[in-house]
Structure formats: structure tokens, C-alpha cells
């Protein structure tokens, strides 16, 4: 894994595995209400490290799937909060979010709320989101840019 410096942190990730890890990094410093917006093309790596974050948080990051079909998935990660997994990329925009049950999860004290595709509502998005823009560099190496 190697990291930059620049007008946001980069991370560049060369497997999957490094992907976990950054992930599961990622975890430490969240305690609940907070809001991750990732973006990026298909096959990016995207739900790789959102499987990190729910192993770094003391969950079954194992059980992390894409949520494409299913728009929504909640896992019970440490100490009764519970991470609520998001997938934008069927969704026409912010309108569809009430058929998700975005109000009971979305900035709740007790779930850290993880988006995938999150451009298609960033209208609704709060400002201090973090928000991780992803990308290929190669067949299993990818990149990570926190922009804020």
C-alpha cells in the first residue's frame, strides 16, 4: 500500500487484501453518525473496503456483499452500533431514498451510514461527509483519494 500527499490523502491499494486493510484502518476513528460517499466505476474496489470498515469495526465482514439489489444492508458491528450500507446506483436520485428507509439510518447516532455510488444524491448528502473518490490503476491495484 502506498500513500501520497497532495490536495487530499491518496492511497494506493495492489490487492484486494490491501483493500481489507485500508478498510478496517478506516474504522478506527468512526464512533457512530458518520456518513462515508464513495464513488468510483464498477469493479473498483468499492464494496472490498466497505467489507474492511465492517471487519475493522468489529463485525462479520464477511457477510459484506454488494448491495445493488437490495439498496440497503445494515450489519450489527461493536459496541450496539451497526453499519448501514448503501447503494446508490438504482436509484434515480434523492427522491427514491424515503423507499430505503434513509431517515431512520442516515446521521443516526448509533449507525455509521457507508454509500456507494453517492453522487447520484449528493444533494442530500451533509457537508461533513467523507467522501472517497476509487479507481483502477491495474488489474488488482487500485486508488483511494480522500477528499475530505
Known amino acids: 500500500m502506498t500513500d501520497q500527499s497532495g490536495d487530499g490523502r491518496v492511497v494506493e491499494t495492489m490487492s484486494p487484501e490491501e483493500t481489507l486493510e485500508l478498510g478496517a ?3 478506527s476513528g468512526l464512533s457512530g453518525g458518520e456518513m462515508i460517499a464513495i464513488d468510483g466505476p464498477l469493479g473498483s474496489g468499492k464494496t472490498v473496503l466497505v467489507r474492511g470498515l465492517v471487519k475493522g469495526l ?10 445493488t439489489f437490495g439498496l440497503a444492508h445494515e450489519y450489527p458491528i461493536r459496541n450496539s452500533l451497526r453499519l448501514v450500507h448503501v447503494d446508490c446506483y438504482r436509484l434515480s436520485g434523492p427522491a427514491d431514498l424515503e423507499s430505503i428507509g434513509w431517515d431512520d439510518f442516515a446521521g443516526a447516532s448509533d449507525a455509521i451510514t457507508v454509500i456507494e455510488w453517492s453522487a447520484r444524491i449528493e444533494s442530500v448528502l451533509p457537508s461533513d461527509r467523507m467522501q472517497i473518490a476509487v479507481g483502477h490503476t491495474g488489474d488488482m491495484s487500485r486508488i483511494f483519494e480522500f477528499c475530505k
Open 25 to 27: 484502518g478506516l474504522a
Open 58 to 67: 468489529g463485525g462479520d465482514g464477511s457477510l459484506v456483499g454488494s448491495p
